[in-house]
Nanobody
Framework: QVQLVESGGGLVQPGGSRRLSCVAS????????MGWYRQAPGKQRELVAT???????NNADSVKGRFTISTDNAKNTVYLQMNMLKPEDTAVYYC?????????WGQGTQVAVSS
């Protein structure tokens, strides 16, 4: 059973930065896709950023130029570097991975952007 454990959430001021981490229970080379989704109160879960086959990245339009997804294969970790944060980035952020067509999710980490 694949496990994904996120960390790094918290309260940050508008314009600030935060880095989220997601540690996988097995080598991230195994996964076809890894990424981050988020869900704000009263809204559907939405894609933030993904990385496919370890190299092809895709970011939502709302975060382009501000968020960067990356991986550290030696640590089985995927990161989401978030810069120039806005109040509308407030959400629970979920780590995601796909392996042999099966979708896996982390438990989520809360990010709140507020002054």
């Amino acid at each position: 059973q694949v496990q994904l454990v996120e960390s790094g959430g918290g309260l940050v001021q508008p314009g600030g930065s935060r880095r989220l981490s997601c540690v996988a229970s097995e080598s991230i080379f195994s996964f076809t896709v890894m990424g981050w989704y988020r869900q704000a109160p009263g809204k559907q879960r939405e894609l933030v950023a993904t990385i496919t086959n370890g190299e092809n990245t895709n970011n939502a339009d709302s975060v382009k130029g501000r968020f960067t997804i990356s991986t550290d294969n030696a640590k089985n970790t995927v990161y989401l570097q978030m810069n120039m944060l806005k109040p509308e980035d407030t959400a629970v952020y979920y780590c995601y991975a796909r392996l042999y067509g099966i979708h896996y999710w982390g438990q989520g980490t809360q990010v709140a952007v507020s002054s």
